[in-house]
């Protein structure tokens, strides 16, 4: 027995700093537990990523990808705080918030730019918003607490072939114009131009949290235009030098 017990307590010992000693729990239990205790909904997990056992602070801490049951539209990152063991965070709410954006502004989009698939992402400085505010609108946010967000609206256009971007210059001036117009501190557009064989649904529904740029992302993309609010762009013609091409 003792030869047993002390075979567990060196495995442990070996385990610190990869993947710890939780007899039997997943891993992200601990953050999921927290998730549920402060939502009062049930999540899953789509992606668990291990973080460092001792060098929290320069690496990070355990963190998941995860949806409310049923709402895979509403994916976030949670995790423990990496300056704050047995703390953590969650971006629940800017996920929501985006979606709702994605929902509510569906219609002026495709009349702008018809058929190409989108999603808002959201970006609050900590501290300026918390779960309490889960099914507060955002404009309500927006409205009576801060207009500090940076929000960007990354559209996927497909294409067979190399695009003629021209053909694109008036539809990133009047989405850009469409940004602007909700009135957030900071703002930025990404269209990329992606061909039409291609699948990247998931690519788009998961663009908040997967940390993808269109230059990395595993398929066929011929270009990218990217613009913001602080380019003042006045005509659809000065599109054409935030047009990025990438090699073939």
């Known amino acids: 027995m003792k030869k ?25 239990k ?14 899953e997990v789509e992606v668990y990523e291990k973080g460092s056992t001792f060098l929290k602070n320069m690496y990070g801490s355990d963190k998941i990808i995860v949806h409310p049951k049923g709402k895979p539209e509403y994916v976030f990152v949670a ?19 985006g979606y709702e954006l994605t929902e509510k502004l ?28 889960k099914n507060m609108s955002f404009f309500d946010f ?3 607490k801060t207009n ?11 294409t067979s072939g190399s695009p003629n971007v021209k053909d694109y210059y008036k539809a990133a001036y009047n989405l850009q114009k469409l940004l602007d117009s909700l009135g957030t501190d900071m703002n930025g557009l990404s269209i990329g131009f992606v061909d039409r064989s291609e699948d990247i649904t998931n690519y788009i529904r998961t663009a908040n949290v997967n940390n993808v ?4 992302l595993d398929a066929k993309v ?27």
């Open 106 to 133: 569906e219609e002026d989009i495709h009349r702008i730019l018809p058929g190409d698939i989108y999603r808002f992402l959201l970006y609050v400085e900590d501290g300026k918003y918390d779960p309490s505010m």
């Open 79 to 97: 995790g423990e705080d990496r300056d704050h063991e047995g703390e953590y965070y969650d971006t629940y709410v800017l996920s929501k918030w």
């Open 222 to 248: 011929y270009g990218v235009i990217k613009i913001n609010k602080l380019y003042n762009i006045t005509d659809p013609s000065q599109v054409e030098k935030y047009y990025k091409k990438f090699d073939e």
């Open 30 to 43: 601990a953050i999921t537990d927290y998730l549920e205790q402060t939502y009062r909904e049930k999540f």
């Open 213 to 216: 740029g269109w230059d990395n």
């Open 4 to 28: 047993r017990t002390l075979l567990i307590f060196v495995l442990c010992i070996l385990a610190i700093g990869t993947t710890g000693c939780s007899f039997g729990e997943p891993p992200e």
């Open 148 to 158: 500090q967000v940076l929000l960007n609206l990354k559209v996927a256009v497909k």
């Open 142 to 144: 927006l409205s009576n």
